[in-house]
């Protein structure tokens, strides 16, 4: 009963006392997911990439040094990665700012203090991420799977960060601590969510093209749904 009420309270996006902040977060992420999807940045044409990873997955001998091909990216390719990646990071700040200002009200502070608080720290966020970027991009090669215990030992990193004013590395300390013991919950949690979401969205896109303007309504709808 309580995973039952933790998954249940978690997909409760309207939580605030002030209704209009979430409603406005809401439109936010489903002003930007539409627009990045309709006015992308760079070439998101990617045939040429997944015609390459599904030779390199039906050949054998592909990935061999002699028969190895690279796979054709241009330079559109890239930029619209980079977009993709920084639209990401927008929907993380804007769920960290959501979780701010929820933690906020249960600590009785105002909207406008939380979002101001949010902001002063913001830089703070920034170098917490960048100090994350660097060992991820290697690990990710190397060693995938740390994943699943880095992301659970780092939950309340930040809004360390940005409520209780921690340094970056006070936070990920601070945040190891405090997930001592709930690691594996806060995965499954995690997991489920996203599994929902994605089986939520599969379900009614399954019905219609992606790039039709109905399809990319509702996956805006979505992605607003999740972020928050």
Do not use: H
Not at 133 to 152: C, D, E, Q
């Amino acid at each position: 009963m309580l995973f039952a009420g933790i998954i249940i309270d978690s997909l409760m996006i309207d939580r605030l006392k002030k209704k209009w902040v979430v409603r406005f977060l809401f439109l936010l992420v489903f002003a930007i997911s539409v627009c990045s999807s309709l006015w992308p940045m760079g070439d998101p044409d990617l045939t040429k990439i997944e015609s390459w990873m599904q030779y390199i997955t039906s050949n054998a001998g592909a990935t061999a040094a002699n028969n190895l091909v690279l796979p054709i990216i241009t330079l559109g390719n890239v930029i619209y990665f980079l977009f993709a990646f920084a639209i990401l990071f927008v929907y993380i700040l804007i769920s960290i700012l959501y979780s701010r200002i929820y933690v906020g009200e249960k600590s009785g502070q105002g909207t406008a203090q939380s979002v101001l608080t949010f902001f002063k720290r913001f830089p703070i966020l920034i170098a917490f991420y960048i100090i994350l970027l660097i060992p991820s991009v290697f690990m990710a090669g190397i060693f995938p799977l740390i994943f699943v215990f880095v992301v659970p030992a780092l939950y309340f990193a930040p809004i360390l960060i940005t409520f209780e004013k921690n340094n970056p590395i006070k936070a990920i300390v601070s945040s190891y601590k405090y997930t001592k013991g709930a690691k594996f919950s806060i995965l499954w949690n995690i997991l489920m969510l996203l599994s929902m979401y994605w089986l939520s969205e599969s379900l009614f896109l399954m019905f219609l093209p992606t790039t039709s303007s109905a399809g990319i309504l509702l996956y805006g709808s979505f992605t607003a749904y999740f972020v928050l």
